[in-house]
């Protein structure tokens, strides 16, 4: 009991500094918007304002079947659980990588969650099925790293993002400190281009243990830290090396404490477990060391000089010790050491985690989605909520098990206990993964057996009303077919038809598609590899079709298959072809927009009488705050009165006669 008080008592302490941070309800809490862009204040990491701070999370298990950092709904789990940090693992070998659109995705889903985000470039010299004997010198896949790591800056400096944190090398070799550092002072040039004065985290030698001892003697000086806030890495495991279970706490006793009183420390891994599970026989989830953790924990928490930042090995349900899960990737199987780490996080393993009406980040249909985009739209990312809301299945069994050897009965949950489906394991969708030419394809799912009268959907914003192009992803193993019907929940019209981009015309209007199945011709990327194939009008002459959005906003789409559908469906992938301006148009195709942009109009306040004014025509304004609740709503007049309001950031949405959907942010002082 009293270890729990000191975590408890340790995690208050960590927060008085921060008042305006809740110690009880992390869910409500914006860690970006508190602290802002992070910068070393003398050795350690702070706030933008200089206040010391501690980012504390869980890494990701890369893109294995054992991550259990499958959405950005995932980010939800953890932050309410007290983290206010995930770090992506990025494998630099082919078939263990995120997407980039995942990276991305999880980039934008970490800023929509006040989270910071640690981009991981997972350095590491491996054996066995996932051998990568050169991957421990991070010379030898420089321009792997140049090119990733100039994609993530480049997305950064576009979003206007300041919460994105660079781990340039995960765990380097032995004896490559030269190599490491030319390596680093590259790579900080590079991201500098586009995210100047951003953390960068490098690396150490022989698994990023060497900090001090041989880091701290060269380290990286002026001009690259003008350019960005360096610091370095250290890595922990808490059961040490077979037949000694100490072997870590002997190197915190001498590179970690002399490396927090010399220079700045970031611990982006650290585990319970021991350091080599593979070499214990059956080690199982068993394995972990408590008190060691405890000495850690404590270490990390400013007893050597400084609060120092850290990631804990990992968000994932591999069975080894260091897995937050046990089989399916959800609160209730947490593993004893998924708990303890939340503790460590100053959470509760059983607090209430908030559901959205969309599982992760809501899709938008813009005039960014370009031919050659690659943005996808995950079919997996139904809305939440279960049968009949998010979905409809013809059964409430995962067909999964039909064709898998089983003891455990049938239904959703003998699959999870089989081994064989723990993504979304509450639900009985069937869904599983999809692998393309280069590892993930897409979103890295897929759905399948799907059955007459099933449907899908997905709560979505348009941005810009107008034509959307659709393909399917689909494999040459299991051949698609069948119709498909888009359609608004809402009663919003949504148009299934041909579009003709080069004549600026709608060809046909249609009830249904349907994917191309001609796939010998058309879908040549090797048996079970999944691609892109265009739909039909009637399962032949593959064309432009898609669907047609004529209003702005928040939409519910459902995706109907009337007739079933043979095979499996992968990701879909939408591209903007033009504008909608025909009958029932509304607007002019500007979507929820900001006011600066419209020529002639705008929005802004009247100090003296306390009101919002629009210089034009409007059925309606809406005063919102930035979660999202509508506070004042008033029709068919030009201004509304913001007086009641408390001081505060909103938004005014005006909807204007003329002009479409606008909005302006404002600040009531």
């Known amino acids: 009991m009293k270890k729990i008080l000191s975590l408890v008592a340790a995690a208050a302490m960590a927060f008085s500094a921060n008042a305006a941070l809740s110690s009880t309800d992390f869910s409500s809490n914006n860690y970006i918007q508190e602290w802002g862009r ?3 204040v003398g050795n350690q990491l702070s706030s933008e304002k200089g206040e010391a701070i501690q980012l504390k999370g869980w890494s990701s298990f890369g893109n294995f079947t054992e991550n259990c950092l499958t959405s950005t709904a995932d980010l939800t789990a953890m932050k309410a659980w007290g983290a206010n940090i995930v770090r992506l693992v990025q494998y630099p070998k082919e078939g263990q990588k995120f997407t980039m659109t995942q990276i991305k995705s999880y980039i934008d889903g970490t800023k929509n969650e006040g989270m910071y985000c640690l981009v991981d470039w997972h350095v590491l010299k491996t054996s066995g099925g996932s051998a990568c004997s050169y991957c421990g010198n991070p010379k030898n896949i420089k321009s792997d790293a140049e090119s990733f790591f100039r994609e993530v800056a480049q997305y950064v400096q576009q979003k206007g993002y300041k919460h994105v944190l660079y781990e340039l090398c995960n765990e380097p070799d032995e004896g490559i400190w030269g190599d490491i550092k030319n390596y680093a002072q ?4 590079l991201i500098a281009e586009y995210d100047r004065g951003a953390v960068v985290i490098v690396g150490t030698p022989r698994w990023s243990q060497q900090i001090y001892s041989i880091a701290h003697g060269d380290m990286i000086k002026s001009p690259y830290t003008d350019k960005a806030q360096v610091m370095y890495s250290f890595h922990f495991y808490a059961n040490g090396m077979p037949g000694d279970e100490n072997a870590h706490v002997k190197i915190m006793d001498n590179e970690f404490v002399n490396a927090c009183k010399s220079m700045p420390v970031f611990v982006t891994e650290w585990g319970m477990c021991s350091a080599q599970p593979e070499a214990i026989p059956n080690p199982g989830f068993h394995d972990y060391n408590k008190g060691n953790s405890d000495k850690f924990w404590n270490a990390m928490g400013g007893m050597y000089g400084q609060k120092v930042s850290w990631c804990n090995w990992a968000y994932g349900n591999k069975p080894e010790g260091a897995s937050a899960f046990n089989g399916g990737c959800k609160q209730a199987n947490l593993t004893a050491v998924g708990k303890y780490v939340i503790e460590y996080l100053g959470g509760q393993p059983d607090v209430d985690i908030p559901v959205g009406e969309c599982y992760g980040n809501c899709y938008e249909f813009s005039t960014a989605l370009t031919d050659g985009n690659d943005s996808y739209f995950g079919v997996e990312g139904f809305n939440n909520g279960g049968e009949g809301v998010g979905y409809h299945d013809a059964n409430d069994s995962d067909e999964e ?9 049938d239904g959703c949950q003998a699959a999870v206990a089989a081994g064989y489906s723990t993504f979304r394991a509450d639900e009985c969708v069937d869904a599983s993964g999809a692998s393309g030419e280069k590892g993930t394809f897409g979103t890295g799912y897929s759905i ?8 899908l959907r997905y709560t979505v914003n348009v941005t810009d009303p107008g034509y959307y192009k659709v393909e399917f992803g689909t494999n040459d193993a299991d051949k698609l077919g069948g119709p498909v019907v888009f359609e608004d929940v809402k009663g919003l ?8 981009a080069s004549t600026n015309t709608e060809n046909a209007m249609i009830d249904q598609i349907y994917p191309d199945i001609n796939l010998s011709d058309k879908l040549d990327v090797g048996w079970a590899t999944f691609g892109f194939v265009q739909p039909c009008a009637e399962e032949e002459d593959p064309g432009n079709y898609g669907i047609c959005l004529k209003e702005g906003g928040e939409r519910t789409i459902q995706i109907s298959f009337p007739d079933g559908m043979s095979g499996t469906l992968g990701s879909l992938r939408f591209t903007y072809v033009m504008p909608y301006t025909g009958e029932g148009y509304k607007g002019n195709n500007v979507g929820v927009q900001d006011a600066a942009k419209v020529s002639n109009v705008t929005i802004y306040p009247t100090v003296a009488t306390e009101q919002i004014f629009v210089n034009t025509p409007v059925s309606k304004i809406e005063i919102i705050n930035l979660v999202g609740d509508i506070l004042i709503s008033s029709e068919e007049k030009q201004s509304v009165n913001i007086s009641e309001l408390a001081k505060g950031s909103y938004i005014a949405k005006a909807y204007t006669k003329s002009f479409g959907i606008i909005s302006k942010q404002f600040i009531k002082k």
Not at 494 to 499: L, M, T, V
Request: hydrophobic share 30%; proline share 3%; aromatic share 6%.
């Open 186 to 189: 590259d790579m900080i040039n």
């Open 493 to 500: 019209e949504i148009i299934n038809s041909d579009i003709d």
């Open 38 to 40: 992070l910068k070393l």
């Open 448 to 455: 399948g057996w799907i059955s007459t009268g099933e449907w």
């Open 401 to 409: 098990t039909e064709t898998q050897p089983s003891e455990k009965g």
